[in-house]
């Protein structure tokens, strides 16, 4: 019976005491009910990362199966959550780095066979939402999706971090391995750097 009759008397077990009983006894309901918990969460994050939706559910797969194959490197006393948004992270990171490597093959490819020697301009797809109330001020989402994509891949991550996940700034330190004032610099100058792509693009903004 999964120990249902024990856990229902009391609150649910936390994501420490989950990761903790997996690691432990190999209890498969435990891993399955950690996955369930940030299937939504970590799956929008890796999507607005990456810009694609197969990427980001191979992503989400080879993030928990990080998980599986670390779980016993897990300290004690640390929390789950920036844990794991550390391995998507760096799945994510990987990913790119694939993705870009293959691009760059079929991109060849084409080119070889069109007997074209320009390469083809391709643009990852950008996030979805506006990101943050500095980041709202326009109706055209398109531009500030745009604004986001362009971003250095350091201010991207902090921004997808902090505004759309709502992580806290300390955690957003713990992820990034940086210092709190740094993800707070990096936020200070992804909002510049936004309002001056976007409001330069706006071509209303003369209005």
């Known amino acids: 019976m999964r120990e249902r009759a024990a856990r229902a008397a009391g609150p649910p077990p936390s994501d420490e005491e989950l990761l903790c009983c997996y690691r432990q006894t190999g209890d498969r309901a435990a891993f399955s009910e950690l996955v369930h918990r940030y299937e939504g969460e970590l ?7 990456l810009g694609d939706a197969a990427l980001a559910e191979d992503a989400f797969q080879s993030t928990f199966l990080q998980v599986h194959l670390k779980c016993s490197q897990f300290e004690e006393g640390r929390r789950v959550r920036p844990w794991l948004y550390t391995i998507a992270t760096n799945q994510a990171i990987d990913a790119q780095r694939r993705n870009k490597r293959h691009r760059a093959v079929s991109i060849d490819r ?3 066979r ?4 320009d390469g083809l301009n391709l643009e990852m797809s950008s996030p979805e939402e506006a990101a943050g109330s500095a980041m709202e001020r326009t109706e055209d989402r398109g531009l500030v999706r745009r604004a986001v994509s362009a971003l250095p891949e350091t201010l991207r991550c902090t921004v997808n ?6 992580l806290k700034y300390r955690e957003a330190a713990e992820i990034l391995e940086i210092p709190v004032g740094t993800v707070k610099s990096r936020l200070h100058a992804a909002v ?4 001056e792509m976007v409001h330069s693009d706006d071509p209303h903004q003369n209005d």
Do not use: A, E
Request: charged share 15%; hydrophobic share 20%.
């Open 110 to 112: 084409l080119n070889q």
């Open 161 to 166: 971090l902090v505004y759309y996940q709502g």
């Open 43 to 49: 799956y929008g994050y890796l999507r607005r990362y």
């Open 192 to 195: 510049s750097k936004l309002n």
């Open 114 to 117: 069109r007997g074209s020697p």
